[in-house]
């Protein structure tokens, strides 16, 4: 018989991530997917959706302005539980670490149904920071019957934890999967043909709670202090929709001609850019796993990284939030070649882009055993 598997997302990143999976699922014979989809990101998510043609069979709509995690958490908790009763799946597949990640977990465990967790095992041991990440994919893990840890690292944090090791599968993380949908030699885009041959793009995203507010003001002011002494450089950051992050982003860079804030872009322009970038500096966790299969180097604005394998492999550098360090490493990269050159040759440690494959096959294989 055909095995019900229930994908739940509802961020930006987790149906990226997840949209291999999901793709996988529909072109499986043996299983019946279901997508629901929280809408914790609305706009964000729509773009993604409709990039990859992934039609939800519920979407829980639970977006607000601003609002709280708990106002997120509930509505998942609540949202889901009718749909979980109605459809009775045999493994709800989750992704990461967001609160729609770590809700929808409890919920399919008050349901007992088994959890598939993909990108497994992520950790940074520090409870503050990712805040509230953290605390989620420790959560999820500890309920999770199944786990897809995109790395060998990842899989020996769940280890430590304790967790089975005949459940805990190394598959590569989906986020280079992706890569394959999205990048184009060929791509073009208006706006960047006329970005001068001379100039060189530093593509900038920043997001996380533990960075709004005084650490984003400073790494703003160092960003302005360098795009200000370079017209040759142009700084592109496509600002999330979070109020919090617009409010500090608008204000620090309020006419700084080479600063451009734009829209959220969408995933195909967004990586066609991230690879016709010079280099990229960011918070974001998954643009720290694509980028080093681009070949280029980030500067990553965080004090901790639960992604140390990229910065193993050479291509991240944990640079913190501090302006006078974020000045150096910027000033570093853009004036040695050497250090240029370490960094964007350096290897992608985060898989060859093909875990949606073996996820899909590993869940079928654990609901054939019937392992629970
Ligand atoms: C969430 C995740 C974070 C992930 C990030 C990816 C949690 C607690 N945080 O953070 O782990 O790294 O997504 O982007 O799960 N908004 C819109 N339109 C959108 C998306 C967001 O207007 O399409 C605004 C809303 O006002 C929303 C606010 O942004 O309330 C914050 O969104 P939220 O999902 O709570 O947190 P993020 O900071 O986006
Ligand atoms: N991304 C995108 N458009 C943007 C910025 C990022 O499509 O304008 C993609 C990026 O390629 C990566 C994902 O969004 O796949 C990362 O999402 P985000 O930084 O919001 O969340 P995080 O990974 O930090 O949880």
New binding site residues.
């Given amino acids: 018989m055909k095995k019900k598997i229930m994908t739940v997302f509802g961020?930006?990143?987790e149906a990226i991530k997840m949209a291999p999976v999901v793709k996988q699922l529909i072109a499986d014979e043996q299983t019946t997917p279901i997508t629901v989809v929280t809408g914790?990101?609305?706009?964000?998510?729509k773009q993604v959706l409709d990039i990859f043609q992934i039609k939800p069979d519920y979407d829980l709509s639970i977006?607000?302005?601003?609002?709280s995690?708990e106002q997120?958490t509930s509505k998942v908790l609540l949202g889901l539980a009718p749909i979980l009763q109605r459809e009775q799946p045999d493994l709800v597949l989750v992704h990461g670490?967001?609160?729609?990640t770590m809700a929808a977990s409890l919920s399919a465990f008050y349901h007992h149904v088994p959890i598939g967790h993909v990108e497994a095992g992520l950790r940074t041991w520090n409870l503050a920071s990712p805040f509230?990440?953290e605390a989620?994919r420790q959560l999820t893990d500890d309920l999770s019957s199944i786990y897809f840890a995109p790395t060998e690292l990842s899989r020996e944090n769940l280890l430590k934890e304790h967790h089975s090791a005949d459940r805990i599968y190394v598959t590569g993380n989906t986020a280079i999967d992706v890569l394959k949908y999205t990048i184009n030699h060929e791509y073009h885009h208006q706006v960047l043909d006329q970005i001068p041959a001379d100039h060189r793009i530093i593509l900038l995203t920043m997001?996380?709670?533990e960075n709004q507010g005084v650490p984003m003001a400073n790494v703003f002011r160092a960003i302005r202090e360098v795009a200000q002494a370079d017209p040759h450089l142009d700084i592109i950051y496509p600002v999330?929709?979070?109020?919090k992050v617009q409010e500090v982003a608008r204000q620090a860079f309020a006419g700084a001609p080479n600063v451009h804030l734009i829209d959220p872009l969408d995933v195909i322009d967004f990586h066609n850019l991230a690879a016709r970038s010079y280099f990229i500096m960011t918070d974001?966790?998954g643009v720290q796993e694509e980028a080093p299969a681009l070949n280029k180097p980030v500067l990553v604005l965080r004090n901790t990284t639960e992604r140390p394998e990229g910065v193993d492999a050479g291509t991240l550098k944990l640079v913190g939030t501090q302006s006078a360090d974020v000045r150096q490493a910027m000033l570093t990269l853009l004036n040695d070649d050497q250090e240029y050159q370490r960094m964007a040759t350096a290897r992608n440690p985060y898989g060859d882009g093909h875990a949606a494959e073996r996820i899909v096959e590993h869940c079928k294989e654990f609901l054939t055993k019937d392992i629970m």
């Fill in positions: 961020t930006r990143p914790q990101h609305r706009e964000m998510l977006m607000e302005k601003n609002q995690l997120i670490d967001t609160t729609t509230p990440e989620n997001h996380r709670r999330h929709l979070s109020p974001s966790g």
